[in-house]
């Protein structure tokens, strides 16, 4: 069932990406601030007290997926974080021009799930973090594997997690301004 899931959500995602699907709107800060209140999926969710996690691990739908099953995850959304231009559209990242990648922002409960779980489970197997701009048939920049910080609390946890890993080039940075998909 959980592949039959993962290919419906895949399928979907590349349908609305075909449509030319771009949220309209602010963007977003590190801590996940938005200027504006009136999209149809606001992100980040109103009222929003919990703290915000945000992974690359390629494709965004396919990543959204696996930590939306995770207990203690909240909201999630899919879009673009890294890059020098604001609003871009699918079509612009995969130009490999605007130096965003694919990623999840999500919300976490960190009485049921803590930031080093989270982490944790980014290096559980799903995704190669050794493989440069490549995740299984998805190659491009937009594609690498990062973990994009929130507080500094995070940073150290993501670089302790990665320096468990032999090999691993997933990028770890300050999480920039966030753009939904």
Known sequence: ASALVLLISLAL????RFLGHQQEGPPHDAMGASSSSTDLAPWPPEGNTLPFATFAAGCFWSVELRYQRLP???????????GKLDNPTYEKVCSGQTGHTEA?????????????ELVTFF???????TTLNRQGGDAGTQY?????????????????????????????????????A
């Open 123 to 129: 290096y559980s197997g799903w995704h190669d973090p």
């Open 72 to 82: 203690g995850v909240d909201k999630t959304a899919v879009g673009y974080i890294q």
């Open 104 to 116: 999840v922002q999500l919300t976490y409960d960190p009485k049921v799930v803590t930031y080093e």
């Open 13 to 16: 995602g590349g349908y609305y």
């Open 144 to 180: 690498r594997s990062g973990i994009y910080y929130h507080d500094e609390a995070q940073r150290k946890v993501a670089q302790a997690a990665k320096a468990q890993v032999p090999n691993a080039v997933t990028e770890i940075q300050a999480a920039g301004t966030f753009w939904p």
